[in-house]
Nanobody, 124 residues
């Protein structure tokens, strides 16, 4: 059974950095695109950053371009999200997800396995 476990969240001040990790197991990690989503209270789940199976192709939400970087290590079955210059509006629960079907990377309905999430809280 596929499993995704996120870690690395926390409470930080605006302008600082965090690195999230998502450890995958139970499937051939190197065969799947992976995405970080986030969801703030009262808001819809938002695609933040995508990386294809080989780690070559990436995509980002406009709100994080230039600040966040997604990467993966297929030898370690792990995907990362480096978040720099954190802003108050980055506060959310962050989830990693395995892409299960073709379609836009930022659409949650194209994903079939999700982690439990890790909370990121940014304060001024």
């Amino acid at each position: 059974q596929p499993e995704l476990v996120e870690s690395g969240g926390g409470s930080v001040q605006a302008g600082t950095a965090l690195r999230l990790s998502c450890a995958a197991s139970g499937f051939t990690f190197s065969s799947y695109g992976m995405t970080w989503f986030r969801q703030a209270p009262g808001k819809e789940r938002e695609g933040v950053a995508y990386v294809n199976s080989g780690g070559v192709i990436t995509g980002y939400a406009d709100s994080v371009k230039g600040r966040f970087a997604i990467s993966r290590d297929n030898a370690k079955n792990t995907v990362y999200l480096q978040m720099n210059g954190l802003q108050l509006e980055d506060t959310a629960m962050y989830y990693c997800a395995r892409k299960g079907s073709a379609g836009y990377w930022y659409r949650p309905d194209n994903y079939n396995y999700w982690g439990q999430g890790t909370q990121v809280t940014v304060s001024s």
